[in-house]
């Protein structure tokens, strides 16, 4: 008796564990089938069309003619990915010490700091359009307010910011820094509050001043939270488009002719949706090799706390 109704007993859980797997299942359906159609369909599509010429007509198989034609004879295409790279050289790590020092600076108890942080966080918040026309005008070589001031500094001779070939690409990384107080910032303040005091206290008893509480305390403990924003922050910049598209369309002389940019321009301006195609996996390869370089020498420097 005590055997059949054991078997009686394992027969209703293992019912109501697969009545459970099923309406689970069933939930994430309505996902799993946007994530088919609307990702990895088009990532698929997008591949098979990087092996043809397709201008929206015809589509004909051209095996790796896009591949070699980017690589070995279009110059644009590397003078596009040269800024980007230039960009991304210069906005992640000023944007990831940007962040993290405003971090530290709203990581306390002082009076009505959440009216601090909220005002740091708006601009984020501005859409990349608007933000745009903003920063049009701020950096106007006649009229912006930026050149205005320098002028009663004693600057007779500001920069054309936009409107110069050598300024334009500074410009822009410039204005990368409007959204220090964003979504890194955030997860900095989070990173920063999750130390522990007794880490503090004891290098105070110990002697250590501000410096170095900071660089033997802080700086290792918040390395995961480091290498998380610089992952995300180097394959956000490799895809900068909408500064350029709308303040400079690339120009001058393609100064800020972004790689995001001149794919688009393949795709809707030429229509050369495989040539087009091919781009968006050579950034995809170059973005898997950054991600996988910097999880492999992340071992030497990351430090989670309680691991070896």
Known sequence: ??????????????????RTDA????????????????TIGPMLISLALSFTTYDLSEVRYAGLHNYHYLLGR???????????????????????????????????????????????????LTPAVASSLLWMWLLHP????????????????????LQS????????????????????MIIFLAGLQGISEHYYEAAKIDGANAWRRFLHITLPLITPVIFFNLV????????????????????PNNATLFY??????????????????AMAWILFAILFVFTFIQFRRSRRWVHYEGGE
């Open 1 to 18: 008796m005590s055997l059949a109704l054991e078997k009686r007993q394992l027969s209703t859980r293992a019912s109501l564990y697969l």
């Open 23 to 38: 309406w689970g299942y069933l939930f994430i359906l309505p996902w799993v089938i946007g994530f088919l159609l609307f």
């Open 74 to 124: 279009d110059p644009l295409f590397w003078k596009s990915l040269a800024n980007t790279a230039i960009y991304v050289a210069f906005s992640v790590p000023l944007g990831l010490t940007g962040s993290l020092l405003l971090a530290m600076l709203l990581d306390t108890n002082a009076r009505g700091i959440s009216i601090f942080r909220t005002v740091y966080y708006l601009p984020s």
């Open 142 to 161: 006649d009229i912006g307010i930026i050149n205005f001031a320098l002028r009663h500094l004693g600057v007779t001779h500001p920069p054309g910011w």
């Open 165 to 184: 070939e050598s300024w334009a690409l500074p410009s822009m990384v410039l204005m990368s820094l409007w959204g220090i107080g964003g979504a890194r």
């Open 232 to 251: 995300l922050g180097v394959i956000g910049a490799f895809q900068v488009f909408t500064n350029a598209y709308i303040m400079t369309e690339g120009g």
């Open 260 to 277: 995001a940019l001149y794919l688009y321009r393949n795709a809707f301006v030429y229509f050369k949706m495989g040539r087009a195609s």
